[in-house]
Nanobody, 115 residues
Framework: QVQLVESGGGLVQSGGSLRLSCAAS????????MGWYRQAPGKQRELVARAIRGGSTNYVDSVKGRFTISRDNAKNTVYLQMNSLKPEDTAVYYC?????????WGKGTLVTVSS
């Protein structure tokens, strides 16, 4: 098992930046995939970015070129650097880990982008 704790959310103006962190309770070195999802009010949760063990990453089209996901295996932490934020990025952001076919979730951190 792994517990995930997100931090770094908050209120930011359009065009601003935030960095989200997801701290894992154990080593993430062997975890297959670490990712970030988000859920806006009235919408379904969507995958924002994912970092696969071994180095590959993928992003939803709406954040490509603006968001960057990274894994720091030494700190058991995954980051989501979010630049050029837009009001439509407003959502609760959840950290996700896929380990041995099991999904683990954090409780989420709220990101609000004002226009």
């Amino acid at each position: 098992q792994v517990q995930l704790v997100e931090s770094g959310g908050g209120l930011v103006q359009s065009g601003g930046s935030l960095r989200l962190s997801c701290a894992a309770s154990r080593s993430i070195l062997s975890i297959y995939a670490m990712g970030w999802y988000r859920q806006a009010p009235g919408k379904q949760r969507e995958l924002v970015a994912r970092a696969i063990r071994g180095g590959s990453t993928n992003y939803v089209d709406s954040v490509k070129g603006r968001f960057t996901i990274s894994r720091d295996n030494a700190k058991n932490t995954v980051y989501l650097q979010m630049n050029s934020l837009k009001p439509e990025d407003t959502a609760v952001y959840y950290c996700n880990a896929i380990d041995l076919g099991v999904d683990y979730w954090g409780k989420g951190t709220l990101v609000t982008v004002s226009s």
